[in-house]
C-alpha cells in the first residue's frame, strides 16, 4: 500500500552538503505529511523536518534550523532533504516517514509509514 525509498546519504565532511530523496508510491501521495528523522547509534529516533501535503508549510528541529532544508515534488512522489553545513553530530541513519495527520503534529508523533533508511557520516 505504502513504500518509501531514500537515497542520497553517504560520505561527507564537515562543512559539506548532501541531497537526500525519498520517492513515494501508495494512494493519495498529496494528502500525506512528509518528514525527515534520523537515528544515531543508540540514539532514539529523532525529528529532523517536515513538510504539508501541499508544500506550503514546514518545520525543522532546532538542530538544523538554517541548515536543512525540506521540499517536495508531489509530481515526482518525491521529498527532499537539502543538508547543507554539515556537522559530525549529524551522523545517523536519516528515514523518510510520513502520515496523514499534520506536519506540525509530525514533529512529536512519529509517522505510521517509515522508509528503509539511508545511512549519513560527516567526517571531521
Known amino acids: 500500500q505504502v513504500q518509501l525509498v531514500e537515497s542520497g546519504g553517504g560520505l561527507v565532511q564537515a562543512g559539506g552538503s548532501l541531497r537526500l530523496s525519498c520517492a513515494a508510491s501508495?494512494?493519495?501521495?498529496?494528502?500525506?505529511?512528509m518528514g525527515w528523522f534520523r537515528q544515531a547509534p543508540g540514539k532514539e529516533h529523532e525529528f529532523v523536518a517536515s513538510?504539508?501535503?501541499?508544500?506550503?508549510?514546514?518545520y525543522y528541529a532546532d538542530s538544523v534550523k538554517g541548515r536543512f532544508t525540506i521540499s517536495r515534488d508531489n509530481a515526482k512522489n518525491t521529498v527532499y532533504l537539502q543538508m547543507n553545513s554539515l556537522e559530525p553530530e549529524d551522523t545517523a541513519v536519516y528515514y523518510c516517514?510520513?502520515?496523514?495527520?499534520?506536519?506540525?503534529?509530525?514533529?512529536?508523533?512519529?509517522?505510521?509509514?517509515w522508509g528503509q533508511g539511508t545511512q549519513v557520516t560527516v567526517s571531521s
Open positions: 516517514a510520513r502520515d496523514l495527520y499534520t506536519a506540525q503534529a509530525m514533529r512529536v508523533i512519529l509517522p505510521k509509514y
Open positions: 513538510v504539508s501535503w501541499s508544500g506550503g508549510s514546514t
Open positions: 501508495g494512494r493519495t501521495f498529496s494528502n500525506y505529511a
